[in-house]
């Protein structure tokens, strides 16, 4: 069975920093592209970025602007989002999700975690 | 990037009834279509990829179709599982973009 445990969330400061971790299992992780997904509280689904199997390749939204970075760690079967320069309006659960195949391009999330609720506040 | 529109942004059904929910595109798609299931405290769930396509284990009841611009989920004959909040997402392009979702709610 494929499981996906997001962790890391909690509350920081506007202007700080946290690291999301997503540790997989039940698959072999180092095949499959994975990614974030993030949901505010009492809204819809917000695609934050992607990375593929090999980690070469990476993609952000736009609203990202250089503040987040996507990161993988296949011996450890771990996913990472290391966030700076945080704002209120990134207060959501933040989900980790499996691409449907090892590539990013044309590319779909088939297995999502449970999420990892961020708040931004002073 | 590509803005995903869902009609309608409530749906009211009684159970046994057909549902029907519509995404639109605001451009032309290859058919990187997905549909997901979204029921309350929990992870999204995959339904429908490729427009089309059934996810593993998602009732026969649910369907897909359409193509270009327009894309329709419908789900044939509700039943009490299936009550919650519907997205569409395109996969055509970055960035992947969502619809703001449809509540299929009890009537």
């Known amino acids: 069975e494929v499981q996906m445990l997001a962790s890391g969330g909690g509350l920081a400061q506007p202007g700080g920093s946290l690291r999301l971790s997503c540790a997989a299992s039940?698959?072999?992780?180092?095949?499959?592209?994975m990614g974030w997904v993030r949901q505010a509280p009492g809204k819809g689904l917000e695609w934050v970025s992607a990375?593929?199997?090999?980690?070469?390749?990476?993609y952000y939204a736009g609203f990202v602007q250089g503040r987040f970075t996507v990161s993988r760690d296949n011996s450890k079967n771990t996913l990472y989002l290391q966030m700076s320069n945080l704002r209120a309006e990134d207060t959501a659960v933040y989900y980790c999700?499996?691409?449907?195949?090892?590539?990013?391009?044309?590319?779909?999330?088939?297995?999502w975690g449970q999420g990892t609720l961020v708040t931004v506040s002073s | 990037e590509i803005v995903m529109t869902q009609s309608p942004a409530t749906l009211s059904v009684s159970p046994g009834e057909r549902a029907t929910l519509s995404c639109r595109a605001s451009?032309?798609?290859?058919?990187?279509l997905a549909w997901f299931q979204q029921q309350p405290g929990q992870a999204p769930r995959l339904l429908m990829y490729?427009?089309?396509t059934r996810a593993t284990g998602v009732p026969a009841r649910f369907s897909g179709s359409g193509s270009g611009t327009e894309f329709t989920l419908t789900i044939s004959s509700l039943q009490s599982e299936d009550f919650g909040v519907y997205y569409c997402?395109?996969?055509?392009?970055?960035?992947?973009?969502f619809g703001q979702g449809t509540r299929v709610e009890i009537k």
């Open positions: 999700a499996k691409l449907f195949s090892s590539g990013t391009f044309n590319n779909f999330f088939d297995y």
């Open positions: 039940g698959l072999p992780f180092s095949s499959y592209g």
């Open positions: 990375i593929s199997a090999s980690g070469g390749a990476t």
């Open positions: 451009e032309r798609l290859r058919d990187y």
């Open positions: 490729g427009a089309s």
């Open positions: 997402l395109q996969y055509d392009e970055w960035p992947l973009t």
